[in-house]
């Protein structure tokens, strides 16, 4: 079992970056593909990004293709979301997850697919 903890939300203006990482500890960090996550009130948790468990092949959700940027430090056993020019749009719950991968260029997109979570940072945008 892998325990995943965020960290690095807080209150940015619109325009303004953020950057969430995620320590994982527990297991093989370069065992695992990683997502993160985001939920806002009332809505349901969406795909944000993802990386394969050896880093290779990263997936990024359209809304923040361009701006989001996915990463992961095997030194550190940490996983990185870079968040630049921030929006309204992007307050929410982030939260990293992980899943096991049996090959290289796996990641998954939906929540179902990740047994392992963390308890989320919030991030809120001010216009």
């Known amino acids: 079992q892998v325990q995943l903890a965020e960290s690095g939300g807080g209150l940015v203006q619109a325009g303004g970056s953020l950057r969430l990482s995620c320590a994982a500890s527990?297991?093989?960090?370069?065992?695992?593909?990683m997502g993160w996550f985001r939920q806002a009130p009332g809505k349901e948790r969406e795909f944000v990004a993802a990386?394969?468990?050896?880093?290779?092949?990263?997936g990024i959700e359209d809304s923040v293709k361009g701006r989001f940027t996915i990463s992961r430090d095997y030194a550190k056993n940490t996983l990185y979301l870079q968040m630049n020019s921030l929006t309204p749009n992007d307050p929410a719950v982030y939260y990293c997850?992980?899943?096991?991968?049996?090959?290289?260029?796996?990641?998954?997109?939906?929540?179902?697919?990740?047994?392992?979570w963390g308890q989320g940072t919030q991030v809120t945008v001010s216009s």
């Open positions: 997850a992980a899943a096991y991968a049996y090959r290289g260029g796996y990641y998954g997109t939906r929540p179902g697919e990740y047994p392992y």
């Open positions: 527990g297991r093989t960090f370069s065992s695992y593909a």
């Open positions: 990386i394969s468990r050896d880093g290779v092949t990263t």
